[in-house]
């Protein structure tokens, strides 16, 4: 590098003349060099056997905490080690920027291999069951409704083509009206039944299944009498 040069050339063994220039040029040279002081660190712990690349060339064999001189501009860092994976860095550098702080977190080798082919995906998740069950009691409810409700309408049609009011006999007025009342209760439980089971089945959310190539994996929890069960299940 120029500094190199202008270094060298500053020595006593030049002519007096240069080596003043040379030493005017080294300290103009100092004010707009650039330098980064890197840290390598493994779960929060300093590692210093890093070897690390500046574009391919070997910036140092190892750290030591110093600043290392670098030109300005965009340059790729790689880190290096016998112990911990390789990675690498993009750092922008400007002129004049000087004990740049660059650090990188290592993992070790090999480290985490066993969830490397692992991936997971997202799903809704299953209609809860409790919202088939609801659906169920509401339609019911709605079947309730009309039938009793049908009953009582031929019940009535029947007192009014008889022209019996007000001394209709007692016992068909109470049926009338206790199958109105029924079919009433019906249509409230069929509303809310399936009221309920609509908001159960938008509102659910979303769940991670766990996938191991071609292979797709899913745990299921769900509560039994005195206590739950859990269910694997995948496709192959």
């Avoid at 050339?9 to 002519?15: D, L, P, R």
């Avoid at 040379?22 to 100092?30: D, I, M, N, P, R």
């Avoid at 929060?44 to 070997?58: C, S």
């Avoid at 690498?88 to 000087?98: H, N, T």
Wanted: aromatic share 6%; proline share 2%; net charge positive.
């Amino acid at each position: 590098t120029a500094k190199k040069h202008f270094l060298a050339c500053a020595q006593v063994q030049c002519h007096a003349n240069i080596r003043k220039d040379c030493a005017t040029w080294l300290s103009e040279v100092g004010q707009d060099s650039s330098s980064i002081v890197i840290a390598a660190q493994y779960k929060g712990i300093d590692v210093t056997a890093v070897r690390v690349y500046l574009d391919e060339n070997l910036l140092t064999d190892g750290l030591d905490g110093r600043a290392l001189e670098v030109n300005p501009g965009k340059h790729t860092l790689r880190f290096e080690s016998d112990t911990y994976e390789k990675s690498e860095q993009v750092v922008l550098i400007r002129e004049g920027e000087r004990n740049r702080g660059v650090a990188v977190s290592l993992r070790k080798i090999g480290e985490g291999s066993s969830d490397s082919n692992k991936s997971y995906a997202t799903y809704r998740k299953d209609v809860p069951v409790l919202s088939y069950i609801l659906g169920g009691v509401g339609v019911a409810g709605v079947g309730m409704f009309a039938g009793f409700g049908l009953k009582g309408m031929n019940g009535k049609s029947e007192l009014d083509r008889l022209a019996c009011k007000p001394n209709c006999d007692a016992t068909k007025t109470a049926s009338i009206k206790r199958d109105f009342v029924v079919a009433d209760v019906g249509l409230a439980i069929g509303i809310a039944s399936l009221g309920t089971a609509a908001i159960l089945l938008f509102t659910r959310g979303y769940e991670q299944r766990l996938q191991v190539g071609s292979t797709k994996m899913r745990l299921d929890l769900s509560p039994i009498a005195g206590g739950g069960a859990a269910t694997v299940s995948g496709q192959f």
